[in-house]
């Protein structure tokens, strides 16, 4: 399966980038809130589209790097 990658961005000045496309089996791909590590970083998952999360098509997953403080922002 397919999965592509998105950074948030704020709703303002900072659009949503686009990190990537990873390849991955279905049973391993990332569920909604769950930490992920990218590059060496850690993000978690905030959004999945399509929302069921279906493993037949390609799921676009948007991330945040992950905030120790939360849920007060850094």
């Known amino acids: 399966m397919n999965y592509t990658l998105i950074l948030a961005g704020n709703y303002?000045?900072?659009p949503p980038i686009t990190l990537g496309v990873?390849?991955?089996?279905?049973?391993?791909?990332?569920?909604?809130n769950q930490q992920i590590e990218f590059r060496g970083k850690i993000y978690v998952v905030v959004a999945c589209n399509p929302t069921s999360n279906p493993s037949d098509?390609?799921?676009?997953?948007?991330?945040?790097?992950?905030?120790?403080?939360?849920?007060?922002?850094?």
């Open 12 to 14: 303002g000045d900072k």
């Open 57 to 74: 098509v390609t799921v676009a997953y948007t991330i945040e790097p992950f905030n120790s403080n939360a849920p007060y922002k850094a």
């Open 22 to 32: 990873f390849e991955s089996d279905p049973w391993a791909r990332p569920q909604l």
